[in-house]
């Protein structure tokens, strides 16, 4: 007799195949789900740390702009007071010069010639004053051409008038101020 197996083996199979199917695509969306997640967890911990170091970075940044910043306000100062170092140096300098100046303009100073007013404008000497005549303006020149603190005089402005029945002149005359021994260094400067 012929043996006719009446159990249902295909659909056992097919339900048996049909479990490991979905066991196995269920263990690859675990899988799955579990490297997305760690490799997701990993880029964030990677930008974590790269924005704690950003942050690290603008710290230290506004940190060196506060330094440079005091940096350049030193320097500033800095030379504000080697300014005035140089301004007191000069000053220091200078302060026997204005006396041979002085000196000078009284030593060349001829008979009948009266000085009004002084002014001094860096190095320039601009001097108003009244003569008894034209001649003795030339001889005032003459004298402070001959001088070591004063050089290149200038006659700007030369007026004849009468006052009290005599003639008398008035005159502007500019030079300029020298020093020997800068005059001095200045030639051995060129002789070298």
């Not at 083996?9 to 695509?25: C, K």
């Not at 506060?66 to 007071?81: P, V, Y």
């Not at 070591?148 to 700007?156: H, S, V």
């Not at 004849?160 to 051995?188: K, M, N, V, Y």
């Amino acid at each position: 007799m012929a043996r006719i197996n009446l159990l249902p083996w295909r659909e056992e199979l097919r339900n048996q195949r049909r479990t490991e199917y979905l066991t196995m695509v269920s263990i690859c969306v675990v899988i799955a789900l579990l490297v997305w997640g760690a490799i997701h967890w990993h880029f964030n911990e990677r930008i974590d740390y790269q924005n704690s170091r950003n942050d690290f970075l603008e710290t230290e940044i506004s940190k060196l702009d506060k330094k440079i910043l005091q940096i350049r306000e030193l320097e500033k100062e800095k030379e504000r007071l080697l300014a005035r170092m140089k301004a007191i140096e000069t000053l220091q300098t200078s302060r026997p010069i204005i006396v041979h100046i002085f000196d000078e303009l009284v030593d060349s100073l001829p008979d009948g010639v009266y000085l009004k007013e002084i002014a001094q404008s860096d190095k320039k000497i601009v001097i108003k004053g009244v003569a008894q005549s034209n001649a003795r303006v030339s001889n005032y020149m003459r004298n402070v051409e001959k001088s070591e603190w004063l050089k290149n005089p200038t006659l700007n402005i030369i007026q004849t008038a009468s006052e009290d029945g005599r003639r008398i002149a008035t005159f502007t005359l500019q030079f300029e101020q020298t020093s020997p021994e800068a005059d001095e260094a200045d030639e051995e400067g060129d002789a070298s």
